[in-house]
Every structure is written in C-alpha cells, then in structure tokens.
C-alpha cells in the first residue's frame, strides 16, 4: 500500500513524517530555519527559507523511502495556522517576510477595531478575539505599513497555502476550513469568506485562497517536484487541529494538549457550532466529505498558549541557563520546588482565557537563593498553570468537567505530564506516537485516497505510551496556582502603562 507522507511546517523547523498503514512513521526529518525579530513584539519567517528546508527534508525521507522500497500515496500538509505570506502569482517570489502568529505589531490595530465596536460581529462570525494573534490584522498590516499592494498578481495565504503553491509549481492556491478559520476573515458557520470582514481590515478577496474541506483532493505534486509528479496532495490542515483528529478525538468532549512552541488545548465539541465563550476561541477542528457528497464540519472550542517550549528555548538561547533543551527537566528535578519563584512567560502577550497582547513576561519571587534549577522549575510549572486555567474556562463553557487530556508535542515530558495531573486534578494519556500533528495530516490526506477507510480504522491505531495520574498533595497544588494567578495579574497590560 506504500506510504502517506506528512509535511509539518511548524514555528522554527520542519518535519517530513512518512506512516505506513498502522500509523506508525517509517521514515522521517527534520530541519530547523531562522527565526527574524526585527522590533521587539516582532515575529517574521522568510518564506523561502521554510521551503527550501521543506526540500531539504523531502529528500531526506524520499531517499529513506528509496531504500525501503516504499511508494508515496498521499501526501498531508500541516502547518502553524495564523502565520501568513504574500506573495507574487506570476513570480512566485514573496512580497514580505511572513508575519508569525507570535507578532504583536497590530495590538494597537486591535484595540482600534475594539474601540469601533467590531468584536461583537467578529466574534459571531469567527469564533475568535480580536488578538494580534490572527491573520487578518496581519494582512492589513501588510497592505498598509507593510507595502505589499494588492494587484491582481498577489496572492495571500497562511503556510500550507504557500506550500501548496510550491508543490504544485503555482497551480493551486487553496486552503482547508480549519486553517482558514484562524484567519479572522472566515464565516465558521458557512465555510466561506466574510465580505464583511474582509472588507473591515482591508484585505481584497481576489488575494485569498479557495477554501476546500481538510480532506480531499487539493491537487497534485508538479513535475518540478523533487518527491515526482503526480503525487495526490489529499489532506490540510493547521497543526492543532490535525493534533486533534491525529489523536483520535472523535467524540465530543475529547480533548488534547500539544506541548510545543506554544501549547494549544482543543476539545471536540461536535458538528453544531456554538457559541462564542468569554477566554476561549471557537474553531473549525476539520470538515470531512460524507457519503452523500456532502461536507461535515466538526468545531472545538480551543485554548491558546503562547510560550510553552518557547520558554525552555529562552532559557537556552536568552539567559544560558541550559545548553540543550533537553537538559532542563534533570535541572527542574533537582530542587523539590521552585522556592516561590514564579515565571510568567508573556513574551509575546497573553493567550487563554487572558487575551491580553500588553502582558509582557515576569519573573516575580526571586531571592538571593534563588538558583538556575528554581527557574527551570518555575518554567516548567507555567506550563501546567497555564493548561490548568485553560482546561478550568474549557469545562466551564462545556458544562462538564474533562475525565481525561490525551497529551502530545516535544516539551511533554514525565515530569512536565505528571505536573499537569496533579494540577488539572485528572489523567493525561501520551501515545506511543508522540508527532500526532504529523500523523493527523496523514490521516486526513490518507482518508481521502482510501489507504484509511473510516474514522474507526484511524481510532483502532491509537496506542497508549504511558497515563500520568494525579498523585501531589493536593493544597500544595492549590497553594501553587493561586501564586500563579497573583503573578499573571502583575503581567497584565504592562505595555500600555508607560
């Protein structure tokens, strides 16, 4: 049967994944690119620079995959969701440097729109907050301070669009319900576009792409190609949500927790959308074909955190505290506590239930004791605060409390996991296969050419690695998060008090 080929474009690197039949990678690579900070609260990508690395990792698993003798039958694409491009139709050339879902530059935009009225209509319409965080006051940006301007040859998109593009040398410029629900310009109950809302932050809709389900077929690879011609691009969608179907969440009231650059909460809550919740988004989780040849679109209500493993990346890179990031968990361990020391990692602002793009990051509770472990401590700590309060706004707007969190993503370590039960106070899973962004975009792209024939089929694949029970004292857990909850107030709005 081959193989289907999962192409994961995340926040500083990329990833080729390829998974065999049982869900199970068989060859992969990986290869970080550049990360540009221009200003601070700045955020940008050079677009070639993702696809070049795209290649070079292409290649990497092609040649395992000649050496197995495995075929390729579909392809998957993921990526990380509000980060956009622009980019010239007849060149191909990009317009700017992509502008990263961590930018901040259009806070004051936001609190414009805010001013003028306008959440209430994109609330309704998006599912979203108006947050520098999505697309379309980055697009405005770009139109606008930015210099791109908006001709007939432009074309616009998030990352899976700008790869969909390159694979199929300009052919297709498309993307799926889920990435285009992030954008703040799409109508979640109607999967189109908003003309309302694309003409409010000045985006022209001849620059966007066509919107397709998350499984189907997109198009083909191009001759150019380095994997060949041909080959079915058959499943999109943004990593958190290709995290969440890869981890089998089916049902309403199934929920995961990705631990990576940032972490990101979504729990299934089925195929009638509902309405907007004060501290969390609402989302398209994917939108399927079915039988009759119509599309089904199942919603989440999600989570957002924006530094999470970002914050050990800090710890590595901006202080020296550890050399690798894989040394920070011994170092955690190595104290019984964080001494009181509490870090709010707000460097890109504040995410769910929060929303406020003014915090800046603190560090609050230091003494002269205080030493490296306390602080690699404190920052794994924030990890479990942070889901905590998000998992805490989640039940609440569900009307039930979570019996389990299926939990994935590079930071989810033993340490980092049980942290996290004893502070939500129920179970968390990791699978055996711990890429799930990956394996979720495989699965999407492997449904829709027949190498997975049912939802039943993928769920059957999921395999428990190891479930963390709550096990700490429970007052100490308590004691711990409500210094969490004074630290983050002391974060809040600190930008717009100078």
């Known amino acids: 049967m081959g193989v289907v080929l999962a192409l994961d474009a995340g926040t500083t690197g990329v990833r080729a994944i390829a998974f065999d039949v049982t869900g199970l990678p068989v060859a992969s690579a990986y290869r970080e690119f550049p990360q540009y900070f221009p200003r601070p609260g700045w955020v940008e990508h050079d677009p070639d620079e993702i696809w070049n690395a795209l290649c070079v990792v292409m290649g990497d698993v092609a040649r395992s995959l000649g050496e197995l003798g495995e075929s390729i039958a579909a392809i998957g694409i993921t990526d990380q969701r509000e980060t956009v491009v622009a980019w010239d139709r007849s060149t191909g050339d990009p317009l700017h440097r992509a502008i990263v879902w961590q930018d901040r530059r259009t806070a004051d935009l936001c609190d414009d729109l805010r001013a003028r009225g306008a959440l209430d209509r994109i609330r309704h319409a998006t599912g979203l907050v108006l947050d520098p965080y999505f697309s379309g006051t980055k697009l405005n940006w770009l139109f606008t301070e930015g210099g791109v301007v908006p001709t007939p040859d432009v074309a616009v998109g998030t990352i899976d669009s700008w790869l969909l593009w390159k694979l199929t040398d300009g052919a297709v410029h498309a993307t799926d319900t889920t990435n285009a629900s992030r954008t703040m310009l799409l109508d979640i109950r109607t999967g189109q576009w908003s003309a ?40 999109v969608a943004g990593d958190q949500q290709a995290s969440l179907f890869g981890q089998a969440c089916f049902t309403p009231g199934m929920a995961k927790n990705t631990y990576g650059t940032g972490s990101f909460i979504l729990m299934n809550v089925g195929t009638s959308c509902p309405e907007p919740v004060d501290g969390l988004l609402t989302t398209i989780a994917w939108s399927l074909p079915r039988s009759d040849g119509m599309i089904e679109t ?77 602080l690699a401590r404190a920052t794994l700590e924030a990890m479990a605060f942070q889901t905590r309060d998000v998992v805490d706004a989640m039940a609440n707007a569900a009307g039930f409390q979570l019996d389990s969190l299926r939990a994935d993503g590079g930071a989810a370590s033993d340490f980092v996991l049980q942290l996290q039960a004893d502070q939500i106070g129920v179970s968390v899973s990791r699978p055996v296969v711990s890429e799930t962004t990956a394996l979720g975009a495989a699965y999407l792209a492997g449904l829709a050419e027949g190498f997975w024939g049912s939802l039943d089929d993928i769920s059957k694949n999921w395999a428990l690695d190891r479930t963390f029970v709550p096990a700490g004292d429970r007052a100490r857990s308590e004691e711990g998060h409500q210094r969490w909850l004074r630290a983050v107030e002391r974060t809040r709005g600190w930008t717009t008090d100078l």
């Open 196 to 235: 309302e809302l694309c003409d409010l932050l000045g985006v022209p809709a001849h620059v966007l792409p066509e919107v397709k389900p998350s499984s189907g077929r997109f198009g083909s690879t191009a001759a150019s190609c380095l994997l060949g011609p041909g080959i079915p691009i058959s499943g």
């Open 298 to 374: 199942t919603y989440a209500y999600e989570g957002a955190i924006f530094a999470t493993g970002a914050t050990v990346q800090w710890l590595r890179d901006g202080l020296g505290v550890i050399g690798t990031s894989g040394e920070v968990t011994a170092l955690a361990e190595s104290v019984p506590d964080a001494d009181g020391v509490v870090i709010v990692p707000a460097f890109a602002g504040l995410g769910s239930p929060w929303w406020d793009p003014h915090a800046r990051g603190t560090v609050l509770g230091i003494t002269r004791g205080t030493t490296s472990a306390h």
